[in-house]
T-cell receptor, first 114, second 108 residues
Framework: GAVVSQHPSWVICKSGTSVKIECRSL??????MFWYRQFPKQSLMLMAT?????????EQGVEKDKFLINHASLTLSTLTVTSAHPEDSSFYIC??????????FGPGTRLTVT | EDQVTQSPEALRLQEGESSSLNCSYT??????LFWYRQDPGKGPEFLFT???AGEEKEKERLKATLTKKESFLHITAPKPEDSATYLC?????????FGTGTRLQVFP
C-alpha cells in the first residue's frame, strides 16, 4: 500500500511554454500533498503544501504565479510550471500524506527546458 | 532553525562489510525522524519512522536507531543492491527538513 504515481516521468519543453505534472495517490486518500524540487546531488527542497479543496501554501522564495498547484481531489494534485525557462529544469517530486506525519513519494518527473 | 546533517557524504563498502550512517539534527519539538532510500532518477522510498529517543526499527539488513540528537542507520552485511542514497528527514512544527543524504556504494 501507499503508492504514489507521477506523470509524466520526464518532459522536454521549449522556453516560454507551460508544463503540467500530475501526482496521484493510487491506493489511499491523501489529505495533504507536497511538491519538492531536487537539483543534482542536492537534497529535496519543499516548494509547496496543498490540501484538497484549498489553496496551496508556498515556501518562501517560491513564485506562486509560476508554479501553479491544484489539489482537485483526495487522490490528485497537479503542478503547472508556467512560462518555463531553462533555470526551471530540475527533478520535481510529489509526496502524499496518509498518516499525520508519514509521507510517501512519487517516482519524480525530470523537466528539461530548452 | 531546524537542521539536519548527514555523514558521511559518500561511503564505499565491500559486500558484507557492515557500517553505519549518521544523521544529526536540531529541531524544536521533534514529531518524527524519517529514513528514506533514493535510487538515481527516482523518488525517495520510505524506510522507517522513529518518534522517540531509544526507539529502534529493523528491516532486513537495515536497523535505525534514535537518540535526542542523532539517528543511525546501521547496515549489516550489505549487498550490492543496497547501493543508493539514504536520506534522513525530521519533522518539526510543520514540514519535513531533509539532509543532503549519504551515497552508499557496495562492491561485490
Amino acid at each position: 500500500g501507499a503508492v504514489v504515481s507521477q506523470h509524466p516521468s520526464w518532459v522536454i519543453c521549449k522556453s516560454g511554454t507551460s508544463v503540467k505534472i500530475e501526482c496521484r495517490s493510487l491506493d489511499f486518500q491523501a489529505t495533504t500533498m507536497f511538491w519538492y524540487r531536487q537539483f543534482p546531488k542536492q537534497s529535496l527542497m519543499l516548494m509547496a503544501t496543498s490540501n484538497e479543496g484549498s489553496k496551496a501554501t508556498y515556501e518562501q522564495g517560491v513564485e506562486k504565479d509560476k508554479f501553479l498547484i491544484n489539489h482537485a481531489s483526495l487522490t490528485l494534485s497537479t503542478l503547472t510550471v508556467t512560462s518555463a525557462h531553462p533555470e526551471d529544469s530540475s527533478f520535481y517530486i510529489c509526496s502524499a500524506s496518509r498518516a499525520e506525519y508519514e509521507q510517501y513519494f512519487g517516482p519524480g518527473t525530470r523537466l528539461t527546458v530548452t | 532553525e531546524d537542521q539536519v546533517t548527514q555523514s558521511p557524504e559518500a561511503l564505499r563498502l565491500q559486500e558484507g562489510e557492515s557500517s553505519s550512517l549518521n544523521c544529526s539534527y536540531t529541531v524544536s519539538g521533534l514529531r518524527g525522524l524519517f529514513w528514506y532510500r533514493q535510487d538515481p532518477g527516482k523518488g525517495p522510498e520510505f524506510l522507517f519512522t522513529l518518534y522517540s529517543a531509544g526507539e529502534e526499527k529493523e528491516k532486513e539488513r537495515l536497523k535505525a536507531t534514535l537518540t535526542k540528537k542523532e539517528s543511525f542507520l546501521h547496515i549489516t552485511a550489505p549487498k550490492p543492491e543496497d547501493s543508493a542514497t539514504y536520506l534522513c528527514a525530521v519533522r518539526g512544527t510543520d514540514k519535513l527538513i531533509f539532509g543532503t543524504g549519504t551515497r552508499l556504494q557496495v562492491f561485490p
